[in-house]
């Protein structure tokens, strides 16, 4: 008996009639922007948003829990509100593309036979994690810039152990999609002719085009000064607040109100150092005052650029006797809470710019922007711009 090499079993396994109804008929889903080429540019668009925010993600992560290789530079100042802004306008702008492209290959689901063969199989599995991940980080992304929680899991750890199994997942895919994807991206238009139903192509492109930009635009402001006005879908104005900028917690959020008022406030410089020392706030005040202007760049997105004036930690450890390349525990008065402490590396403890700020704006520190002294330092994610410092820990 000899068995030809006809279509695979699985192919060969037609559904029953009475299930080849609704979507799984033939001539089900009739728009051709179900197709190849579709899907092709969308998941060009998408990987190209995605790669952007899992960069600028990495990066972010990297400064926060640098690992020994890593030192984050302290100049240009305002690179974190660059990577970080393109971070949380990359993931914005990525969900009307991520909703076109799964309503583009959806019809799929029901597409037979579900499973040709082991490559086709694997390739059909790791469309769950892409998925999953996608939308997981998407979601999880927008609560986080609203500073809603509904979940029990710590924002930062999930969404970074998302971000990897997506993108290994996405890099799966476009191996299996290669071949696919390099002929639809190639293929000129005439080739295509024009779809007879439906939306034409070129429309769907300029709708998602239209308003991923207006997700962009309306949001952008939130770090964007020329955009300021039109931020109207930010979580945040970064012109609104104390002293004319947002607070992300609050002096009574932090359980500090009464030792932060308290006139026997000192601020302690201690740790490797020759001569530990403490100041009050007058003995502060009468040291040598520098001025910056630099931004807060908050991990959610939003940036505000503020005039500081303050003593310089370069200063603070020069008197204390602190060695040369030494790095710097910031800690708070807030005795509990995950942002209490920052650390400072070698060229962040350096910069003239970093400074533990008394006065922003021309006034003392509003509580809730870290009265009796903060830290503000160049190119820092907000994070790490201690308030109500209390400690500064030499290592
Ligand atoms: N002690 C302490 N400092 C802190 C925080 C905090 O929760 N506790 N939040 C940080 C965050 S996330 C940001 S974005 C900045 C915001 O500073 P602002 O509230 O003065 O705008 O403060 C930082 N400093
Ligand atoms: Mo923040």
Redesign the pocket.
Known sequence: MVRDAGPSFFARLKPPERFRRGPFGTGAFRSSLHSERTAAWLGLALGVLFIICFVTGLLSHLIQHPPAWFEWPSRPAGLYRVTQGLHVATGLASIPVLLAKLWTVYPRLWSWPPVRDLLHLMERLSLFPLVAGSLFLLFTGVADIGLWYPWRFFFPAGHYSAAWITIGAMIVHIGAKATIIRTELNHKSDEHPAPSQGMSRRRFFALIAGVAGGVTLTTLGQTLRPLNPLALLAPRRPDVGPQG?????TASG?GVLEDARDPAYRLHVEGEVARPLSFSLAELQALPQHEATLP?S??EGWSASVRWRGVRVASLLALAGAAENAEVMIE?L?AV?L??SSELNRIHARDRDTLIALEVNGEPLHI???YPARLIGPNRP??M????VHRLVVL
């Open positions: 900028f947002p607070v992300n917690k932090a807060i908050c991990v708070s807030q809470g942002y209490r809730d922007h870290g907000g994070v711009q201690t308030k109500w």
